[in-house]
């Protein structure tokens, strides 16, 4: 497979993003407006930086999954619609063939607690 970014990485740097977003919360004691999220700023900076049908799928998985069941249902539907057509792009077994096994278990995990797959 082409050169990408791991589902690892992408983890990390959605992470990265959530945790500056609430310390510049916390550094400015400025209050929660309705709707905002950590998990929505961390996807907005990232959610223009993959190339690969994979690594955009593990980004909308990681949103999901991180927003913990809290975010609007049209918010969850958006990513859902999303996760849809790329599995639909993508041929998924063949796609995770070229994954190493950790990966594949892990992001085949979450899938299936996103009842996805």
Not at 1 to 10: A, F, L, Q
Not at 52 to 63: G, R
Request: glycine share 6%; proline share 3%; charged share 30%.
């Amino acid at each position: 497979m082409e050169d990408r970014v791991t589902y690892g990485e992408i983890r990390a740097w959605f992470l990265g993003s959530y945790y500056s977003y609430c310390k510049i919360k916390l550094s400015h004691q400025s209050s929660w407006a309705e709707g905002e999220s950590e998990v929505g700023y961390a996807y907005g900076e990232l959610e223009n930086s993959f190339e690969l049908p994979i690594e955009k799928l593990m980004l909308e998985v990681i949103a999901l999954i991180l927003s913990a069941g809290r975010s609007p249902e049209k918010v969850k539907k958006y990513h859902l619609d999303t996760i849809s057509k790329l599995l639909e792009e993508i041929e998924i077994s063949s796609t995770l063939e070229d994954l190493p096994f950790d990966e594949v278990v892990e992001l085949k995990n979450d899938l299936r607690l996103l009842g996805v797959c």
